[in-house]
């Protein structure tokens, strides 16, 4: 429970691991395993975004048309240079320069909140044209069969992410806030490559997302 | 088996010397609830564990019996028809979810694993917790919904009925998205510790095959599981707001919420099953006194059963209009885990050929092991031939084979784990006269309850019916009886193995005389598991060298 009397010179050692090599290789590969988790949870939507696509091909072409690619790439943006702020925090904070990794995970922090807002705007947009995938689908300029199927893919799947940033953000948040306190410095930053770690797969599903829902 | 003869096989203790349980061990080490119910020792959420899947077990056995009761006449005997199909669908869900998933891997998977590897612990003791109040809190959710709203969709949830039945369903979904959560970090946290908590010495090839089974295992719960979790808040998402994503009425698919459905929920078969194939490995080469023949091809197998299981989830949709090469293709993958489950079944009987074989109650299960894995199994590869799946599809003769083969063997891989660690977990002998009868009645019982259903299922009788044809009266009121004589053989185990706990004979570290590292520390273990940490440098199995006799075996 605590760690035990024989490991007391290294207080970030947890008394079931013998060296600190040994937790970092349990910790690392722990989060790539939840990573490929992650992988597969998003892989069904992307079934069945594949599979809808191959049904209703004209639809797609006519939905994608409706989302706002100058949004979606801005936000693609925002979201590649937040993974690049947060791996530059996660190197400085292994090199221990805490304060400028603090602050570069604040950046992060702050352009995932830009996404968020974008998102947002987008959101309201779709709502405001009346593009809800189910009964509350009442958009006039596009009466497909399809359509709600491609917006009900568009909507849980960017909402799904959506979940996701947020985790990430809250993540991202207490390890800075840790960061902060000293708890993470050049002695002990595996904490903080994991969260990095998600930060980074958060971007690549939106990487993904960002072309076959906007462009193709 | 004819030149058996226990008293070589099973080390006796030695007379006049009066066993004693250890003073401190991890049932004493702390006191008190708290220290149970926040304790990060993979020993106590093991045995946490065995008291929340038991009490799962008991509820799915008590449904089952309901339901075989209500057979026993053509017509109503004790509930309506929309009784009968809630009760079919809470027997299917808690048994899985409750039971079959989690018993073997999260009660002796968590016990045994560490000890096995030499470890003082799982990789992440936190996440260990976390996982069983995350199963508590799911199975909470799950079974209070399914009573509360009815749910009568089978445990499958097949859209489009799951989207359009009355019954409130959406909870019980979120509860099987929860639920997944728990296996999932069980399984990853057994491969992280598999991986990196091995001591010097322990490599991969002298891993014991209970860890080798379990590892395999765990890659399916880890990849497998997200799909079954989304698919389900697929399902409650559209209950909820209507998106159309299943529902054939608003361009939706559902046959792609069975491809996403059975993604899943083929290779959870092997979730149950692989951790048994695990636990017999260990079993029978203690009780035949030899080395598992062929080690590396039983260690293996059990990751190429974990790969191919991947491929073979369209053999449940060979009526959904797929194409004859779908059809085909998964058809032969299917039959592929056939040939690894014989590679296994030829090396556990390849293990007892000139041993010295005990005939102990884990090694009776063992038999009726072979006897399931091999009857379900070849009516399995029958079941994955498209023309008689056709003819057999959605009949008995479906519920009788997974029965067979999902259920039997993961209930003899469990039964035989019980009481081979019986006496290293709480440290007492259970009673083997007592021991022997149950078994015999389970295995009878078993045997009695399916077998008929094989027949009634050839018949024509379609499986979640409420009602059947009188001609299948005689051989449904057989099961029925079959199942009772279950129900007795289970109500037996309980009795003894509760009496055992308490007044048991004191069982002494070894009693097997088994090799094995979980046997080198005492019954019941102390906290920490070692003194210090061991070193390995032999292989898992010792019992006999190539080439050596057993002494007392006259060919």
């Known amino acids: ?216 | 088996m004819a030149h058996s003869n226990a008293n070589h096989a099973v080390a006796e203790e030695a007379p006049g010397e009066e066993l004693k349980l250890p003073a401190v061990s991890f049932w004493n080490a702390d006191l008190g609830i708290k220290s149970w119910l926040l304790s990060l020792d993979h020993k106590r959420i093991g045995i946490m564990y065995m008291v929340l899947t038991l009490v799962g077990f008991l509820l799915g056995g008590i449904l089952a019996m309901a339901l075989r009761i209500e057979h026993l006449t053509p017509d109503e005997t004790i509930m309506g028809p929309n009784t009968y199909n809630r009760v079919f669908t809470l027997h299917g869900v808690v048994m899985i979810f409750l039971f079959m998933i989690p018993a073997i891997p999260a009660i002796f998977g968590n016990f045994f694993l560490p000890l096995m590897l030499g470890a003082k612990d799982v990789a992440f003791p936190r996440l260990n917790l976390m996982s069983i109040y995350v199963y508590g809190a799911g199975a909470l959710l799950m079974v209070w919904s399914m009573v509360a709203g009815g749910v009568d969709s089978g445990w499958t949830f097949y859209a489009p009925y799951s989207l359009s039945t009355p019954a409130s369903l959406a909870p019980a979904l979120f509860g099987v998205f929860i639920i997944g959560f728990s296996s999932i970090l069980t399984g990853l946290n057994f491969i992280v510790t598999i991986h990196t908590m091995r001591p010097k010495g322990m490599t991969w090839m002298r891993m014991p095959l209970f860890v080798w089974g379990t590892y395999a295992t765990s890659i399916i719960q880890v990849l497998a599981t997200p799909v079954v979790g989304l698919t389900a808040v697929l399902t409650a998402i559209e209950r909820l707001f209507g998106f159309g994503f299943f529902d054939p009425s608003k361009g939706g698919d559902p046959v792609l919420f069975q491809h996403l459905f059975w993604f899943y929920s083929h290779p959870a078969v092997y979730i149950m099953v692989l951790p048994g194939m695990g636990v017999i490995s260990e079993v029978v080469s203690v009780f035949s006194r030899k080395n598992v023949f062929g080690y590396k091809m039983v260690a293996y197998s059990s990751l190429g059963i974990a790969f191919v299981g991947f491929f073979a989830w369209g053999h449940h949709m060979f009526v959904t209009g797929q194409s004859k090469f779908d059809a085909g293709a998964f058809a032969i993958i299917s039959m592929l885990v056939g040939v690894f489950t014989a590679i296994k079944v030829f090396n556990w009987v390849g293990t007892m050929y000139r041993g010295s074989i005990a005939v102990r109650a884990p090694f009776v299960y063992v038999c009726g092991f072979l006897f399931f894995v091999v009857f379900g199994g070849m009516t399995g590869v029958a079941i994955s031939s498209v023309s008689l799946d056709v003819h057999w599809h959605d009949t008995y003769f479906v519920v009788a084979h997974f029965h067979f083969i999902m259920v039997g063997a993961t209930l003899m891989g469990f039964l035989a784990a019980l009481h081979y660690w019986f006496p290293k977990m709480f440290g007492r002998m259970y009673h083997e006269g007592w021991a022997m009868l149950s078994a015999g009645l389970i295995i009878l019982g078993f045997n009695a309850s399916f077998i008929p259903q094989f027949l009634l299922g050839n018949m024509g009788q379609p499986r979640r019916y409420y009602m059947y044809s009188p001609e299948a009266q005689g051989l449904n009121v057989a099961s029925t009886a079959g199942s009772s004589l279950l129900a007795f053989g289970f109500l037996l185990i309980l009795i003894y193995l509760v009496y055992a706990i308490k007044y048991g004979k004191v069982a002494g570290d070894n009693p097997w005389g088994a090799s094995g590292l979980e046997w080198k520390t005492p019954s019941p273990p102390p906290k920490h598991n070692f003194d210090s940490t061991p070193v390995v440098d032999e292989d898992p199995y010792t019992y006999r060298q190539k080439g050596e006799e057993v002494e007392h075996v006259v060919v």
Not at chain 1, 176 to 205: C, F, M, P, T
Request: overall charge neutral; glycine content about 8%.
């Open chain 1, 1 to 216: 429970m605590s760690s035990s009397e024989a490991h007391s010179h290294n207080p970030y050692l947890a008394h079931h691991f013998e060296t600190i090599e040994q937790q970092s290789y349990a910790a690392r590969l722990g989060m790539w395993l939840f990573l490929a988790t992650e992988v597969l949870l998003f892989g069904g939507l992307f079934l069945g975004y594949t599979v809808y696509r191959w049904l209703y091909p004209e639809t797609y072409q006519a939905c994608a048309d409706l989302l706002s690619i100058p949004m979606g790439a801005t936000n693609t943006v925002v979201l590649i240079t937040s993974s690049f702020t947060a791996a530059l925090g996660y190197h400085a904070i292994k090199v221990d320069q805490v304060k400028k990794g603090v602050a570069l995970l604040w950046v992060t922090i702050v352009l995932a909140g830009a996404f968020l807002v974008i998102k947002y705007f987008e959101y309201a947009h779709k709502f405001h044209e009346g593009t809800l995938p189910g009964k509350w689908y009442t958009f006039e300029g596009l009466q497909a069969p399809g359509a709600n199927i491609f917006f009900a893919v568009y909507f849980l799947a960017t909402g799904l992410h959506g979940f996701h940033v947020v985790v990430g953000m809250t993540i991202l948040a207490i390890l800075a806030v840790r960061a902060q306190q000293g708890r993470y410095h050049a002695k002990n930053y595996v904490g903080v490559e994991l969260g990095v770690l998600y930060w980074h797969l958060v971007d690549l599903v939106w990487i993904f997302l960002f072309p076959l829902l906007y462009l193709i």
